[in-house]
């Protein structure tokens, strides 16, 4: 590994400590002091080299923490990013990534190893604290040094963490290995930086955008669409203070697919509750979607934005920022709106009564299969979908109008809730070889499907820009008339994807799943 050239937490020290394979690295779940461990150690005396005041750190991640689940740390502290894997191997650059987008970081070593991180997820701070560290030599009897290492000590208000890097010398092998001996004896033995976060930030749970739900096979189905819709509709509550805060657009994005889920729940299980009560219930929750449909629609035009020039030749690219332009100011206007609705007295009255609603079965009105268990209900409900699909799939040609290709995407998100729904019922192995191709074909669908809905809003778009003459500037005429042509040409080749995938979703091995995990004779 290459030296960083900024390995610090606050300031550059004189000596800089490389963080290499061949380094040890140790937890300790308490702070360290460097006179009293030295005392421990024989023929060895250790001694700072640079020591840097307290300064304020942040532990960065998404709002699934995706790096703490993949094993890594980031920290922000003194303009400096300190990137840590299980492994050991410590990471340094210089620059700051709270609220900012991996891609936009400035380059470097730990902009390179985060190039998996989700691309739509801004670093956000999910623990923060106070970090002060140094630098340590170990000197032989002759004050030749023999060994270097770093102790970093954070604090948070709730607990308080030293990490101590150990770097071995050329030559020096004996005294490296007496001071990992001897930090081994304080540190936890615990692999991994797991104990950072459990030290640290202990009451942060990451968040799960599909929760698990546990699931009994005789457990009444009223029960169990309760449980999934309590627990979507926490989901939901966890993503508004992204959206309120604009962090990032899947904060939205994840808002809206919990609700859907809910409303999946109350579409699909048919008869677990009256139709009254899921009439109303569909309702209330669509009239909880309806405000933040077009600010989603805006924030996919603008997250493509880069893709959709691209598709154009250069000459159309200024009718292109007029478009946009207008796309990013409706864009605020609606967030603003959406701002005040969350942050309102009624909003929040509402969600807490239907998460009080669903908290106990007993205030719910149950209809002819509430008792049903989940199990056999599942069975009925899944295969009955999955008939229904394959029905309307198989007459799909190159012809086949573009309203009947979005039913089957809608039938394919059914299926698809309800398989994942009721996952825990059935064999995982034989879950995830049909899950995988219906997938795949959901993908094609959902592209053939943008392609339209985004003809249709550039049409509706130029509509309302016309003049009361039905004239609209050129450039955005041209523009627009130029990606509408494109978008036709990646619809039609999408449709074409849609038939081979529903082939390959078709074939007789995942028909003979299906038959053998959800077919009942007697239904």
Known sequence: ?????????????????????????????????????????????????????????????CHDQSLRAGGRLLIDAGDTLQLMRDDGEILSQKGSGKGRFVQDLPDGPVRSALS???????????????????TFAGLDDLQKTQVRGRVMTLSSNDGQVTIAVVQPMQGYRHAFKTVCAALERVAI?????????????????PYQAK???????????????????RSYLAVARQNEAGVIADTDTEFLHDYRVSLRRIRSVLSLFKGVFTPTQTAVLKQEFSDLMTPTGRVRDLDVWLLKKEQYFNLLPENLHAGMNVLFAQFAKERLRLWSELFNRFRSAPYEKQMNRLAAQFADTGTLHPGPDADRGAYDYARALIWKRYGKLCKQAR?????????????????????RYLM???????????????????????????????????????????????????RVDAQLALAVGGLIAVLGQKQK?????????????????????????FHNPED
């Not at 004189?14 to 394979?21: D, P």
């Not at 998996?116 to 140094?134: D, N, Q, T």
């Not at 929760?211 to 819709?229: C, G, M, N, T, W």
Request: proline letters at 6%.
């Open 211 to 229: 929760p698990k739900i546990r699931l009994e096979a005789e457990e009444p189905s009223i029960q169990v669409a309760s449980d999934i819709i």
């Open 189 to 205: 033995k615990e692999h991994g930086i797991a104990p950072v976060f459990q030290n640290l930030i202990p009451f942060a749970v």
């Open 1 to 61: 590994m290459q030296d960083t050239g900024t390995g610090h937490w606050c300031a550059v020290p004189e000596r800089v400590l490389v963080m290499g394979r061949g380094n040890r690295v140790f937890i300790i779940c308490e702070g360290f002091d460097l006179g009293s461990f030295s005392r421990s150690i024989k023929d060895l005396t250790l001694i700072s080299e640079a020591a840097h005041a307290p300064c304020q750190f942040d532990l960065l991640d």
């Open 420 to 470: 994942e729904f009721f996952a825990p019922l059935f064999d995982s192995k034989a879950f995830k070889k049909i899950i995988k191709p219906l997938k795949k074909l959901q993908e094609n669908l959902g592209l053939f499907n943008d392609c339209s809905v985004q003809q249709d809003a550039l049409l509706r778009f130029v509509a309302d820009q016309s003049n009361t003459k039905g």
């Open 116 to 134: 998996g991180f989700p691309r739509l997820r801004a670093l956000m701070s999910i623990g923060s604290g106070a970090i002060e560290s140094f």
């Open 493 to 517: 080749a999408e449709r074409a994807c849609v038939i081979a995938s529903f082939q390959h979703f078709d074939s007789p091995s995942i028909q003979h799943l299906f038959h053998s995990l």
């Open 395 to 415: 007459r799909i040609t190159p012809k086949t109008p573009d309203e009947a290709i979005h039913d089957l995407r809608i039938d394919c998100k059914k299926l």
